[in-house]
């Protein structure tokens, strides 16, 4: 859940600027002109394309952005690592803003459970500690 908060802020982020795009300053908007072929049809159907979800190509750098700029406010000791407590602040904080959303609660022992278990999933080198990149990783299920 804290994964899908992250994405959809980092979304909500990057949609405004990628919908920005401008068209020439002296040029007018025209309608889409239908493509025409000088090449015989084939009696085969053309074979459907696999839909795929409308995601940005850059996902995980999103999401590191938005790691390296909330990772200080976190990393108390400032020690470039978040030890479990930093790193359990950290997600309670996430996972009260996706409650808010949501609407929904969890009593505060199930939210430290969880985040006690986020803590041992995004530690893949077991050094209990959270790097930078293992928190983006983590966050990214590992897209990153």
Known sequence: MVRTLLLT??????????????????????????????????ATPA???AATPATPANTAGSVAAIVD???????????GQLDQAEFTRWMVALKSQEMKATGSTLPADQVSAWANGAFTTADKDKSISISKPELVAYLTGGAA
Request: proline share 17%.
């Open 9 to 42: 802020t980092a979304l909500a982020i990057a949609a405004p600027a990628m919908a920005q795009q401008a068209p020439d300053q002296g040029a007018m908007p025209t309608a889409p002109q239908p493509a025409t072929s000088t090449a015989p049809q084939s």
């Open 47 to 49: 074979a459907p394309q």
């Open 69 to 79: 700029s909330e990772f200080p406010a976190y990393d108390a000791n400032g020690d």
